[in-house]
């Protein structure tokens, strides 16, 4: 029986769903098997569109139709929660099988902690991520440092550290580290990520530890829930499934991969905050960036942490309407009621016609406002900071101070 913590290798017994898998195909498999067999009403998968630098987001509902979304797509920087609120009412009536980033996940469980999604009908099949290159920045660095034309690659990948393409006439690699260093390469959050292997989710699938014969040909699959269990068990026994256990030194392997990921994220969070300048200099280059604003609301909209009918930044009271430069009340707004949660899902910064680095200022704060309380976003259904304020907790912080009001001895620097 396949228990919660099991490790494995899994492939699709479909030949077809295997051979178009990134690796295994068994994400597929199980998608397609969780619909056939009616555990779900659909699934909410990636599939490409016009090209492989064109991730279009497809709810299926015919089981024939699931291998179409089989493949990763590294330049599908999209974020499926707050699609699943906005356009299939929070999946409050259906149930929906989906393929989430470790940003997925986490944007799931916000939503979810701010009732505007039901996650008892979401059976989430977590993809570990090493991080996502945006479209326009994709091709841009394909004709520049690989020299080569993007309109003739057929497939890439971001594999040992480097991002690989396969052209009409070759293949090339370049080491990712090379890239970033001029400018190329993942998104930034991308770069500061540490949710690496998605064990929120119901499963966690991956090519990391995947060893031995069965190298390019299993997906790692972590079992994180009793209903990935079950899914899986299920997808054996009806034959759509073939696993084995995981080999040990692949599981060892693939633990050392993702230490090394967090620490590449740390030092990425160091350079990317310490560029951010202290003190004034910091507040300056904040009010200087946001002052650019057009207060097109993207950024509104497509936070996972913004569920609000009417955010306060479209009330006249807070913020003039018609006047241009906004005032900085307009971000303001956004770092007190989102920071707290931020899952550094880039959405912001990624869609922000004006190029602020959102995401940036965003994540500079959550993260020490996660050292500050404890409370990390996106990983479970505890409640965000200012939904439940503890008696205990208060009086210890105010303790802490040493001191009879919250002025002075908060912060460490101090
Ligand atoms: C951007 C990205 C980066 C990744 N980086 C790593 C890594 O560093 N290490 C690692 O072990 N594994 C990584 N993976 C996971 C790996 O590529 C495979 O998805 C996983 O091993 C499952 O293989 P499979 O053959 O079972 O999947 P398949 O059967 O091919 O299914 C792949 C699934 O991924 C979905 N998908 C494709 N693109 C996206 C996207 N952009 N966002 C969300 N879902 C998508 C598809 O809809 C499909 O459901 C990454 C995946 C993505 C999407
Ligand atoms: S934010 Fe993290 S999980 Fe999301 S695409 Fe980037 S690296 Fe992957
Ligand atoms: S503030 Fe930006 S990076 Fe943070 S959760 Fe919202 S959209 Fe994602
Ligand atoms: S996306 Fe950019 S321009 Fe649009 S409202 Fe947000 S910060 Fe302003």
Not at 135 to 141: K, L, S
């Amino acid at each position: 029986m396949v228990a919660k913590g099991d490790m494995l290798y899994a492939w699709a017994k479909d030949s077809e769903v295997q051979k178009k898998g990134e690796c295994g195909g068994a994400v597929t498999a199980l998608l397609k098997h969780a619909l056939e067999t009616k555990m779900v009403d659909g699934v909410v998968a990636i599939t490409k569109g016009k090209d492989l630098y064109d991730a279009v987001p497809t709810v299926i509902t015919n089981a024939d139709d699931v291998i179409k979304s089989a493949g990763s797509l590294h330049c599908g920087t999209l974020l499926i929660p707050k699609l699943i609120k906005k356009y299939l009412n929070g999946a409050k009536d259906k149930k929906y099988a989906v393929t989430c980033k470790g940003c997925d996940a986490m944007a799931f469980y916000e939503l979810a902690k701010r009732n505007q999604i039901n996650l008892d009908n979401i059976l989430m099949i977590g993809v570990n991520c090493g991080g996502s290159v945006s479209p326009v920045a994709a091709r841009r660095m394909i004709s520049e440092k690989f020299e080569v034309d993007p309109d003739t690659v057929h497939k890439e990948e971001i594999d040992k550290g480097q991002f690989i393409i396969e052209f009409e006439g070759g293949h090339k690699g370049i080491k990712i580290d090379e890239l970033e260093e001029e400018g190329y390469g993942r998104r930034s959050n991308c770069q500061r990520c540490k949710m690496k292997v998605p064990r929120q989710a119901d499963i966690a699938a991956g090519n990391w530890g995947v060893i031995g014969d069965k190298a390019g040909k299993a997906t790692f699959l972590e079992v994180c829930s009793e209903k990935g269990a079950n899914l899986i068990e299920s997808a054996k026994s009806k034959g759509a499934l073939e696993t084995e256990a995981a080999n040990p030194k692949g599981i060892e392997i693939r633990g050392k991969v993702e230490n090394a990921m967090f620490k590449l994220g740390d030092s990425c969070r160091k350079r990317d905050f310490e560029g951010l300048g202290t003190g004034k200099d910091r507040l300056k280059l904040i009010m200087t960036e946001s002052a650019k604003c057009v207060k097109c609301y993207a950024c509104v909209e497509n936070c996972p942490i913004c569920y609000c009918i009417e955010c306060s930044t479209k009330k006249p009271w807070y913020v003039a309407p018609g006047v241009l430069p906004t005032s900085f009340m307009f971000h303001l707004i956004r770092f007190a009621h989102v920071s707290d949660s931020c899952v550094n899902c880039g959405q912001c910064e990624e869609l922000c016609p004006m190029e602020i680095p959102n995401a940036l200022f965003m994540h500079s704060q959550q993260t020490e406002i996660e050292k500050m309380f404890g409370h990390v976003p996106g990983r479970d259904m505890s409640p965000p900071i200012h939904a439940l304020a503890e008696e205990k907790a208060e009086r210890a912080r105010l303790e802490a101070t040493g001191t009879d009001s919250i002025y002075i001895n908060i912060f460490d620097e101090e």
